[in-house]
């Protein structure tokens, strides 16, 4: 009883090892191939989480929604809502620096937080959506956990083939190129803006798919499972500590990052309550400290972005979050 125990857990953070891997590779997109330095994931989870939410769920009294479509409708719409509210948001935050678009991000974030806790119409404040129907959610727990299981793991090897695909594609150098140096794609006619909101909405969109994956495994969605030190500061340290620049690496760092993460609150757990409490500031302390070692020892991460088109040793005098140099693939890009 004991193993099929530990089977069902194993299966549970399987699930969300695929759902936050959607949402590292969306950073990866944007960080790891293109420079952006978004520090508002949790906005575009809580956007996906409770459009699929408001689109799926039946009729109920007091807000928006109840629509009650399949759920795969659900989840196409929660990557175009994301998308839509990301289009704006880059239109006028791409501009920045990358550390006044941390900011801004940041503050959009944050605004969609306190939206969704207000207004009650839309998202029923902080009691939240419930009754949000899951794929298969009828079969007996076990079946049901796995059946969820192969969609999201499904759903992730789609996306990672589609990124791999625009990566390597000239698209993808392109991107790459205007990491790395943005002047010299400039000079080349490239429309830097232009193909920062590209990269932008795509992965925000993907951010989005992952919220709404979250939403209908957990059947409801309440403000409080938008936590910020979740949605956004677990999923940077588990792109850097995978490695930026290499989608898997970025898969990668969600395995180990979640796995640590979810085998401390076990061992936290088994401490008596008023110790346990205090024990859970020491995982974000072991996480925390994870980064540091890793930024320190293997700043490129666990599975370094490929160097591709260079000489061996080329990447050490570029710039960017991978650390690679792509300023030749420059002339190759779209």
Same mark, same amino acid.
């Given at each position: 009883m004991e193993w099929l125990g530990l089977a069902n857990y194993a299966?549970?953070?399987?699930?969300?090892?695929?759902i936050y891997a959607l949402l590292s590779l969306g950073l990866n997109i944007q960080w790891g191939f293109t420079g952006l330095f978004n520090a508002g994931i949790a906005g575009f989870f809580a956007v996906g989480a409770y459009t699929s939410a408001i689109l799926t769920s039946p009729p109920a009294d007091?807000? %928006?929604g109840g629509f009650d479509l399949p759920v795969v409708a659900g989840w196409i719409g929660a990557m175009v809502v994301a998308g839509l509210i990301a289009w704006p948001i880059g239109k006028i935050c791409l501009r920045f620096r990358s550390d006044y678009l941390a900011i801004a991000t940041i503050g959009v974030a944050e605004i969609i937080r306190l939206v969704i806790k207000s207004e009650d119409w839309l998202t029923n404040s902080a009691r939240g959506i419930t009754d949000i129907p899951r794929p298969f959610g009828d079969?007996?727990?076990v079946y049901s956990q796995l059946a969820y299981l192969a969609i999201v793991a499904g759903v992730l090897l789609i996306a990672y083939l589609m990124v791999e695909r625009q990566i390597t594609a000239p698209w993808g150098r392109m991107m790459r190129a205007i990491r790395d140096n943005e002047n010299a794609a400039r000079a080349m006619g490239k429309d830097v803006p232009y193909r920062r909101l590209e990269a932008f909405i795509f992965g925000s969109a993907l951010m989005g798919l992952g919220g709404a994956l979250f939403a209908h495994f957990n059947r409801t969605i309440t403000p409080e499972a938008i936590d910020p030190m979740i949605a956004t500061f677990l999923v940077w340290i588990m792109l850097i500590l995978g490695g930026s620049g290499n989608n898997r690496g970025a898969i990668l760092g969600v395995a180990v990052v979640w796995t640590i993460w979810s085998l401390s609150e076990i061992v936290t757990d088994q401490l008596p309550h008023e110790y346990a409490v205090q024990a859970k500031y020491l995982?974000?302390? %072991?996480i925390g400290l994870m980064l540091q070692l890793v930024l320190r020892f293997r700043s490129e991460g666990l599975l370094p972005e490929p160097q591709v088109g260079h000489a061996s040793g080329s990447g050490a005098d570029a710039g960017g979050p991978g650390g690679t140099g792509a300023k030749g693939d420059a002339k190759s890009g779209g």
């Open positions: 299966v549970f953070m399987a699930i969300f090892i695929c007091g807000r %928006l079969l007996p727990y995982r974000v302390f %072991l």
